[in-house]
């Protein structure tokens, strides 16, 4: 039995008030005293702020940790990807999450000193498009999801995907009950119970830890460490709509303040601090979980790039296809389905390039349809020539694009990238290729579609607008089962 992945993680976004600087250091000097690794999921606005206040301390303590990434923009979207990622085309949508998100991650890796290994959306403001987007950019990890609980660590859209849902602990404690009120301004909470607020804490963590999950999320703000209130509370909210933006939420109205919160006492502070050590030391003695950076854990689960299956392997991709229309098992590795789609259409296009079976075929990772896929309403006869120009159709397809197509037409049939998989699943399992093959129609989605992740796929965050429906992103969610693989630990 392996031992479950702990990371501490650290959503790192206050850019307004100097106190949860300060506590951000503290923060990276506990955990290094404890001698286990947080990960600091830093905004680039957060980070940028950091740069010109001047905290080089602050900096040169996080370099003790991982540097993960949590946006560019924590209020001041040009546009939340929950909202260009339901409205745009694909495309577009994926140029603007390039737009928005590549110039903060370039901002976070250059001030922090670290390249972010692993990104996650602040509450679920998302879009699949912005996911590749950051996937395009280099980033590795998604800490976050398609909206709802993975089961287990996999991968979704070529991302290793350590999901949140369901699978956190708070480091916060009891923080989060105190109100402002301006009848008695100078009211703070009262001092933590540093004793109760551990046991409270080992409590939690043993829980999760007993639903025998693959990994547990630790996961704090460091600001909360410093402030009574969320940070911005009163500014945060208000999303309006601006007429050029089609009803998309906006800038916000002139007259936010960005008032200064509420600071907690010193003593509360300290009390905060003196379980938060005590929770360090108590994780770092504990033999029987693995605190880790997403990096480590990326390391012991990502295949070596160019890997090639024999004809045999690919045999048996076709075989087990065939019995189930899902990811795949093959050699130390697993395939998605797309992923199955374009070796085996390789498999094929090789066959009519060259006139030969080839001896090895080179794996490609590829993500999933992004448009309602086509369903005939009936089976469908290929022809061996249907399917030796549909693989180059594929092949060409998912080159130049990233991605399946969700239709094809290929010589009068029309068919979606279910019904073709399925064909070439048969063409390549036999013996001699078929003259033709015949198809029933799929329901256009591999079966993993069932897990929560996929079919209750979603987006929502503080920034939507009211009765926001996120309709394309559920639909682009789903289709992305055809991405997911279980990960493989070697
Ligand atoms: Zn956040």
């Known amino acids: 039995m392996t031992k479950p992945y702990v990371f501490i993680g650290f959503d790192t976004e206050d850019p307004i008030n100097p106190e949860a600087d300060d506590v951000l250091l503290r923060l990276a000097q506990t955990y290094s005293k404890a001698g286990i690794p947080a990960c600091f999921f830093m905004v680039g606005e957060k980070a940028r702020l950091l740069r010109s206040r001047g905290r080089k301390d602050v900096l040169s303590a996080l370099r003790d940790h991982e540097i993960e990434y949590h946006g560019n923009y924590w209020f001041e979207y040009p546009e939340p990807a929950l909202v260009y990622g339901n409205r745009d085309p694909w495309d577009q949508a994926v140029q603007k999450g390039r737009a928005i998100e590549t110039p903060g991650l370039q901002d976070v890796a250059e001030i ?147 008032d200064r919160g509420v600071t907690r006492t010193r003593a509360d502070i300290d009390a905060h601090f003196e379980w938060t050590a005590a929770a360090a030391r108590w994780l770092a003695r504990r033999k029987d979980i693995n605190v880790t950076t997403f990096a480590d854990a990326l390391a012991e689960h990502a295949d070596p790039p160019g890997a090639w299956l024999t004809d045999s392997q690919i045999r048996s991709v076709a075989r087990q296809i065939l019995k189930r229309l899902d990811h795949t098992r093959v050699g130390k590795t697993t395939l998605s389905a797309a992923d199955a789609l374009y070796v085996l259409a390789q498999h094929v296009r090789f066959m009519l390039a060259e006139h030969r079976r080839p001896e090895h075929t080179q794996i490609r990772r590829t993500i999933g349809p992004v448009e309602e896929v086509y369903t005939p309403s009936k089976e469908i006869r290929f022809k061996r020539q249907n399917l030796l120009v549909a693989s180059r159709h594929l092949v060409e397809y998912a080159n130049a694009s990233g991605r399946l197509p969700h239709t094809l037409r290929l010589h009068g049939i029309d068919c979606g990238p279910g019904e073709l ?70």
């Open 421 to 490: 998989l399925v064909a070439l699943a048969q063409m390549v399992a036999a013996e001699k290729l078929p003259d033709f093959v015949t198809v029933q129609p799929t329901v256009g989605v591999p079966l993993c579609v069932s897990m929560d992740c996929f079919s209750k796929a979603t987006a929502g965050s503080s920034h939507a607008t009211p009765g926001y429906t996120p309709t394309q992103i559920h639909l682009q969610g789903r289709l992305q089962s055809w991405s997911y693989r279980p990960a493989v630990k070697k």
């Open 112 to 258: 922090t000193g670290q390249f972010p290994v692993a990104t996650c959306q602040h509450q679920n403001n998302h879009s699949p498009a912005t996911t590749h987007a950051m996937q395009q950019s280099g980033v590795k990890v998604w800490n976050g999801g398609l909206g709802a609980k993975l089961d287990g660590i996999g991968w979704v859209m070529n991302l290793f995907t350590v999901g949140r849902h369901s699978r956190t602990v708070s480091s916060q404690g009891s923080w989060g009950s105190f109100q402002f009120d301006p009848d008695q301004p100078n009211r703070r909470p009262p001092k933590m119970d540093p004793k109760a607020e551990l046991a409270n804490f080992q409590q939690r963590f043993d829980a999760q830890l007993e639903t025998g999950t693959t990994h547990i999320n630790i996961l704090g703000h460091p600001t909360c460490w410093a402030m009574a209130e969320w940070w911005g509370w009163y500014d945060w909210s208000a999303a309006f709509r601006h007429a050029s933006l089609d009803g998309a939420p906006g800038p916000y109205p002139q007259g936010r303040q960005w």
